[in-house]
């Protein structure tokens, strides 16, 4: 274990991409945050909707008071409120600040040099960078298919997950940037299927635009080798916040929760997540809505000739037309017009140069991004 804390420390790659580029337009140091407004952060996947009046009001309410209190120690009352929402217990629940504090805390304990570890490609970028530069262990992929519409066949990962001895397998479902999932029921009877030596982290960060009874938070609550990290940044409106957890066994989130420091998500946070859950309905109308304002922006860009993946999500994984511009062509262009997009080269090794992600937005952006990407693909 030194070791690993060793690497760790002395580590200087320099950390994933995550997009973001719309900052530059805001100012880093915040001096222009009414820019907010202005620009389309389509780059980054934050709700096209605001929290819900509940978890504003909360906020607005006491805001002096939050900024200058001090958050419970173990965010105890978090906890319970993200079990009693998942019917979970408490003990199945570890919380964070964001699914990517999660990431470091549990996958730099858990891996070293020596480990082996499955992942996906394309997939959420962030793991791995902390599997090969931060850890530094092995990691394979399974390619997702163009031609398969990046679909993932359970039958194929369980099969390579048995032929090889691996230490961890991770899978983010709905997949970014793909926007593809696995239904719940072909999931569960996959990890049976696979040893109980293997560990399998599940990334539900899109999971609530499927529909919450697609969760496998209970599952892995009574599983050993199962984990399920979850953020409420996307489906709750809540990424300023920087609110994530962990559900796992009981003994799963033993193992982590000493090395989980004091006040891991802030007051503000914890507040507005306990907020959040007990409003169910408001999110709940919001992510029925988002399916809409996604088909209707995906027949938009399909009029582009653009080819759209069939996501579920807040997000469309698109190919630009053979012959035409890259996608890093397309989204310098678009960024004179104050449209961010995000190119996907640190997202997997099989999408080519002509792929880019695009978030849902409202009617009123989504239509204005139509027309910006209009006039720069004639």
């Not at 609550?221 to 559900?247: I, Q």
């Not at 989980?260 to 507040?271: E, K, M």
Request: aromatic residues 8%; proline residues 5%; glycine residues 8%.
């Amino acid at each position: 274990m030194p070791a690993i804390l060793s690497r760790v420390a002395t580590h200087r790659t320099p950390g994933c991409y995550h997009g973001g580029a719309f900052f530059e337009a805001v100012g880093e140091e915040f001096d222009a945050l009414e820019r907010l407004s202005t620009v389309i952060s389509a780059d980054v996947l934050d709700a096209w909707f605001p929290p819900a009046p509940s978890v504003v009001d909360a906020i607005r309410s006491h805001l002096p008071s939050l900024l200058r209190t001090s958050p419970p120690t173990s965010c105890a009352g978090l906890v319970r409120a993200i079990a009693r929402a998942r019917n979970v217990e408490p003990v199945n629940i570890l919380a964070g600040g964001g699914s990517s504090d999660l990431m470091f805390l549990a996958l730099t304990r858990w891996l070293s040099p020596r480990s082996r570890v499955l992942i996906l490609d394309p997939m959420y970028g962030e793991y791995g960078h902390v599997l090969e530069e931060v850890v530094g262990c092995r990691v394979d992929r399974l390619a997702l298919s163009r031609r398969d519409g990046y679909l993932l066949d359970p039958g194929r990962w369980v099969e390579r997950l048995r032929a090889t001895r691996y230490d961890l397998a991770i899978l983010v479902n709905p997949n970014s940037p793909t926007g593809r999932h696995v239904s719940r029921v072909a999931l569960e009877r996959a990890i049976d299927a696979v040893s109980d030596r293997t560990r399998l982290w599940i990334d539900e960060t899109y999971v609530d635009f499927v529909g919450r009874d697609e969760s496998l938070e209970v599952f892995a609550s009574e599983r050993d080798n199962v984990v399920v990290c979850t953020s409420m940044s996307k489906a709750y409106a809540l990424s300023g916040a920087r609110v994530g957890y962990l559900c796992a066994s009981p003994s799963t989130i033993g193992e982590l929760r000493g090395y989980n420091p004091p006040w891991a998500v802030g007051l503000v946070g914890q507040v507005a997540a306990v907020a959040a859950l007990d409003d169910p309905s408001y999110y709940e109308a919001r992510w029925r809505a988002t399916h809409e304002l996604r088909r209707e922006l995906g027949r938009g860009l399909a009029r582009l000739s653009v080819d759209v993946v069939a996501g579920v999500a807040n997000f469309l994984l698109c190919h630009l037309p053979v012959g035409g511009r890259d996608a890093a062509d397309l989204a310098a262009a678009a960024r004179e017009h104050g449209l961010f997009l995000r190119e996907l080269g640190a997202m997997g090794r099989t999408l080519g140069p002509d792929a880019f992600r695009i978030a849902v937005k409202d009617d009123v952006t989504n239509a204005r991004m139509l027309e910006i990407l209009g006039e720069i693909l004639e």
